[in-house]
């Protein structure tokens, strides 16, 4: 079986331009969740999406948005990108909202380079 | 809000050798416990879970204990082989198993 497939596998983009990052969760999985690994550092949770509803938000502007379409995969869009927007983004996907037993599975992310 | 404490730096070691990397948490009430793998080039892979206090969780050769007392969730492995050279993450949920707080990770290198 397929795991969580991302794309692209790296991306270079300058300041100020707009990316989308797409995920393809595991076949039967209903809920997306993205975070962002800045080199050396933990991955931080940016959004959850269950049913292509926003269910959580991490700490992150505005210029952060995601949405889940009826096939469950997913796309989280960068606007207006900074330096500091250099990391790898991770997409993880498990069958529901989040019981002791849902385990995440995550793909091997999206290396963005902001130039 | 609830967080992951892990021990700074890089562990070096030889083959064959033990491993310990420590993990403190944060929180309110007594969460799940994880410890995630990183390998090269790959995405990150649940190495092992402890869902209450006192539980240990055991997957290929690691082990860790879930201890309130301590607020602690060290991973463990008796001999270490080239093969576990990785980024290794203790990580707790926050509102649920999909919105996960991360450490900072700790890099191993096993030399042979």
């Known amino acids: 079986d397929a795991g969580v497939t991302q794309s692209p596998t790296h991306l270079i983009k300058t300041r100020g331009q707009q990316v989308t990052l797409r995920c393809s969760p595991i076949s039967g999985h209903k809920s997306v969740s993205w975070y962002q690994q800045v080199l050396g550092q933990g991955p931080q949770f940016i959004f959850q999406?269950?049913?292509?509803?926003?269910?959580g938000r991490g700490n992150f502007p505005d210029r952060f948005s995601a949405r889940q379409f009826p096939n469950y995969s997913s796309e989280l869009n960068v606007n207006a990108l900074l330096l500091g927007d250099s990391a790898l983004y991770l997409c993880?996907?498990?069958?529901?909202?989040?019981?002791?037993?849902?385990?995440?599975?995550f793909g091997p992310g999206t290396r963005l380079t902001v130039l | 809000g609830d967080s992951v404490t892990q021990m700074e730096g890089p562990v070096t070691l030889s083959e064959e050798a033990f491993l310990t990397i420590n993990c403190t948490y944060t929180a309110t009430g007594y969460p799940s416990l994880f410890w995630y793998v990183q390998y090269p080039g790959e995405g990150l892979q649940l190495l092992l879970k402890?869902?209450?206090?006192?539980d240990k969780g055991s997957n290929k050769g690691f082990e860790a204990t879930y201890r309130k007392e301590t607020t602690s969730f060290h991973l463990e492995k008796g001999s270490v082989q080239v093969s576990d050279s990785a980024v290794y993450f203790c990580a707790l949920p926050r509102h649920g198993n999909n919105r996960l707080a991360f450490g900072k990770g700790n890099q191993v290198v096993v030399i042979p």
């Open positions: 993880a996907s498990s069958l529901a909202t989040g019981t002791l037993s849902d385990e995440q599975f």
């Open positions: 999406y269950y049913e292509k509803e926003e269910r």
């Open positions: 402890a869902t209450k206090a006192d």
